[in-house]
């Protein structure tokens, strides 16, 4: 991870080897003393004392210094420290510094982009990487999934069966810019592939598409997930059975409901049989290993088709 590129002294702002450069009066007047106190004198608050940690909805988690996004909500996890805690950050958006800290050696985590202190990494979080992300909860701020919205990038939910095939198909579709396979809808936290694939945990094999709105609508990407399984086969797709592979959309507000519902009633049309795909409010995505990322493509069965 990088600490930065080297930025020299501009308009009297103080020399830093990070993008952003304050005075520290500049600092202290900008930031809560709780924020304060973290991000520039490295200091830590006391465990399940921040809102943050019992955050459950779906969006990013930004520097409370900055703004610099640094860790996106599918990668939080429950570690029952007392601090909010994620498997991995945003790429480029921290860094990190080791030392001593009570007598032992850490890591530290900072933000690569003004260098405000974040809190430490740990080497005892859940497979496939190992990391626990340890953060401040005073050293952030959280953005909604909704408010994120208005920087030209949406993301919407689903799950169709198996998600490698389901993956590979929106990742062909014009206007999508990034997609990744996860699980949603579950009791469980932080679950395995092979968790959910015994079909006990409650979860869905979801693809989170990141797509532009300017090229290609979400009443469109509910269109073609309609039209890329059959929704009336229920908790099922083909040889794949069980409630891992149910077809269900996951809605972020009212806005979103009501397109999946009328497209819901559009398609009925096709089927003979109802259809029982499941429209439900947008839960947290946890991340499926990264063997399962872009799964057909990493084995030359498929060929990216993102445009």
Same mark, same amino acid.
């Given at each position: ?15 830093? =080897? ?17 924020? +304060?106190?973290?991000? @520039?004198? $490295?200091? &830590? ?13 779906? %969006? ?12 996106? &909500? ?15 950050? !945003? ?13 032992? =050696? ?10 405000? $202190?974040?809190? $430490? ?6 497979? =496939? ?63 395995? +592939? ?7 945990? %409650? ?12 090229? !290609? ?6 269109? @073609?997930?309609? &039209?890329? $399984? ?5 908790? #099922? ?7 891992? +592979? ?16 009328? &497209? ?10 109802? !259809? ?18 872009? +799964?057909?493509?990493? #084995? ?5 088709? @993102?445009?």
């Amino acid at each position: 991870m990088s600490l930065g590129k080297l930025f020299g002294r501009s308009h009297g702002a103080p020399a830093s =080897p990070f993008p952003v450069a304050r005075s520290e009066e500049d600092w202290r007047r900008s930031l809560s003393p709780a924020a +304060y106190h973290v991000l @520039r004198e $490295h200091g &830590a608050e006391p465990p399940f004392a921040s809102p943050l940690e019992r955050e459950a909805r779906p %969006g990013r988690y930004l520097c409370a210094g900055c703004g610099q996004p640094l860790f996106d &909500a599918a990668a939080k996890f429950d570690s029952g420290t007392g601090w909010p805690s994620f498997r991995s950050a !945003i790429d480029g958006a921290v860094g990190c510094s080791f030392g001593r800290a009570c007598g032992a =050696p850490r890591t530290a985590v900072h933000c690569a982009n003004c260098g405000g $202190h974040l809190g $430490h990494l740990h080497e005892d979080g859940p497979a =496939p990487a190992g990391q626990r992300y340890s953060i401040n909860g005073a050293a952030l701020e959280f953005e909604p999934a909704a408010a994120a919205r208005a920087g030209g990038r949406r993301v919407a939910t689903f799950g169709a069966g198996c998600f490698w095939g389901v993956e590979q198909r929106f990742r062909e579709i014009e206007g999508v810019l990034e997609t990744s396979v996860g699980y949603a809808g579950g009791a469980v936290g932080s679950p395995t +592939y092979r968790q959910v694939s015994a079909g006990d945990t %409650g979860h869905a094999e979801v693809v989170q598409v990141a797509y532009d709105p300017a090229r !290609i609508t979400y009443a469109e990407l509910v269109d @073609r997930f309609f &039209a890329m $399984h059959d929704p009336t086969q229920r908790d #099922r797709q083909g040889a794949d059975i069980g409630p891992q +592979y149910r077809s269900v959309v996951f809605v972020d507000g009212p806005e979103e409901r009501a397109l999946a519902e009328a &497209a819901l009633r559009r398609h009925q049309a096709r089927f003979r049989r109802p !259809i029982v795909t499941e429209i439900a409010d947008a839960r947290p995505v946890w991340p499926a290993e990264e063997e399962h990322q872009q +799964y057909l493509e990493k #084995r030359g069965l498929a060929a990216c088709g @993102r445009r």
